[in-house]
């Protein structure tokens, strides 16, 4: 039975971000949609459910069906609602009495009861996301529409959620937009590259989509270099026989010359031009260092910030090349080690029990991305810190991403996942030769988590970060230290 079905559907915003887009979600089909930061997919999302306004096209559903739409920030009309309210006012307005029924899904979600009462704003961003996802299923959606659904979540919560998912939503059909790769291959069946052109859709889960595309992008360059071939060789021979036909006097020359021409004119007007990723370039670069250790950490406590301590560091060592990976749940305390690892490489005075190599250089990126003060714009960061001159930082901000006219607007302005890709131009410009990074891919896409992850290994960079992004961590990780306990235990690896 047929749910959603898109005929010929486009936005533009003027530039389309795509077009001419036809597609039915049936049951049991889970469509995991990617694209670039900006791409459409939040505005896709947003056009199924009813609250974005298509450029062309038309969507329609089943007669009577009900979308549970779970956005990527919480509405501010919850903010101040407990979780039990926010959950109770979802259920079907003659059910809200029956509160056994929120019991019943806060135990599904193995929601501690501590939190059953508090307001929403009150939550982590973990138990928030969580929240939104709950009261979608309050509602008894038929269809589920899903916007970066692992954000803020631990690891031990994206797998809980993979599971919840499997387990509680049957064939219910669903529309998952997320830069978790693991996650999609895990929840999805069918794959949306959406593009501004010529959008395409496969029947597999991300890893196995994401390679047919790459098989089908080579064989479109494969023909437009084929196409181009063969209209110069009709160009060049209806120009012989033009020539022939003029010297000779010969009618039947010329009419065959305009019919090369016309037909090598036929193949050039149909060229079809590949597909090339709009986000800007994330390059990395790592300085030369000697030093076999770059950093000490001797029995240091993490507090929280009002002072409560989560747990001791022990004795650890990082040695150059090695990528170590901070582990734990929500809360555990890995953001609070590295802004504290930050802290004693700013100020060394007042760093008791950590202890850099002299020639190391920080390059230094939190999850809020607050070593990039709103009221500036990218242009003042990278001239007035690096000193590059106007063109130079021009040029470096428009291959990572920024057209000129919006070199000059606030940071503030600017989405989360362009201020990440400005993080990752400052970083480059640092010339770091240890990076400290707290979730460096929450917000940037695909295509430039794959690249972020080349470009860490190609510099064999030495780092300490935080990631919930399992195939980020699997791909470079050398080292993993769990945070149990009070403790900070090293792992053989990933879990």
């Not at 900006?38 to 062309?56: Q, V, Y």
């Not at 991305?369 to 007035?384: A, C, G, R, V, Y």
């Amino acid at each position: 039975m047929s749910f959603i079905t898109l005929r010929q559907v486009g936005v533009s915003t003027p530039e389309p971000l795509f077009q001419n887009l036809s597609l039915t979600i049936g049951e049991g089909c889970r469509i995991g949609v990617v694209a670039g930061n900006g791409g459409g997919k939040t505005t896709l999302l947003r056009c199924i459910a009813g609250r974005a306004e298509l450029s062309e096209g038309e969507i329609t559903c089943s007669r009577g069906m009900r979308l549970g739409f779970v956005e990527q920030d919480v509405p501010a009309a919850f903010l101040d609602q407990t979780l039990f309210e926010c959950l109770r006012t979802a259920l079907p307005a003659d059910e809200q009495a029956d509160t056994w029924r929120v019991d019943v899904l806060l135990a599904s979600f193995e929601v501690p009861e501590e939190f059953h009462h508090r307001v929403i704003r009150a939550l982590s961003g973990g138990w928030q996301k969580l929240a939104l996802i709950a009261r979608a299923f309050a509602a008894e959606p038929d269809t589920l529409l899903l916007d970066e659904p692992t954000n803020h979540l631990d690891l031990s919560k994206i797998q809980f959620l993979e599971r919840w998912l499997g387990e509680n939503a049957g064939r219910m059909p669903m529309v998952i937009v997320s830069h978790d790769r693991r996650f999609l291959g895990a929840c999805t069946t069918h794959t949306l590259f959406l593009r501004p052109k010529v959008s395409k859709l496969y029947a597999h889960a991300y890893s196995t989509a994401r390679q047919l595309l790459v098989d089908d992008d080579a064989a479109d360059q494969t023909k437009l270099e084929q196409d181009l071939k063969e209209a110069n060789r009709l160009r060049r021979s209806a120009n012989e026989l033009k020539n022939i036909g003029i010297n000779s006097g010969c009618d039947n020359a010329l009419k065959k010359a305009k019919q090369v021409a016309a037909r090598a004119a036929e193949i050039k007007n149909n060229l079809k031009e590949p597909h090339k990723e709009r986000t800007g370039q994330i390059r990395l670069s790592s300085r030369d260092i000697h030093a076999r250790v770059l950093l000490s950490l001797d029995d240091v406590i993490v507090r929280t910030p009002d002072g409560k301590a989560l747990f001791k560091t022990g004795k650890l060592k990082v040695f150059q090349g090695d990528r170590v990976v901070l582990l734990g749940a929500n809360g555990a305390g890995k953001s609070q080690l590295v802004k504290l690892i930050h802290r004693a490489f700013i100020d060394p005075a007042n760093a008791e029990g950590v202890q850099f190599s002299p020639t190391v250089v920080v390059g230094y990126a939190d999850q809020q991305m607050s070593q990039l003060p709103d009221h500036e714009t990218p242009f003042d960061i990278i001239t007035n810190r690096f000193r590059l001159g106007d063109q130079r930082s021009r040029t470096l901000l428009a291959g990572a991403g920024f057209p000129v006219d919006r070199q000059n607007c606030p940071i503030r302005t600017f989405s989360l996942g362009q201020k990440a890709r400005l993080g990752m131009l400052v970083l480059r410009l640092t010339e770091p030769n240890f990076y400290l990074l707290d979730e460096p891919t929450n917000h940037v896409d695909i295509p430039g988590q794959e690249k972020l992850e080349a470009e860490i290994l190609a510099q064999n960079a030495t780092c300490l970060l935080v990631s919930h992004d399992r195939s980020f961590v699997n791909a470079i990780g050398t080292r993993f230290l769990q945070i149990e306990n009070g403790k900070l235990l090293e792992q053989m690896e990933e879990k």
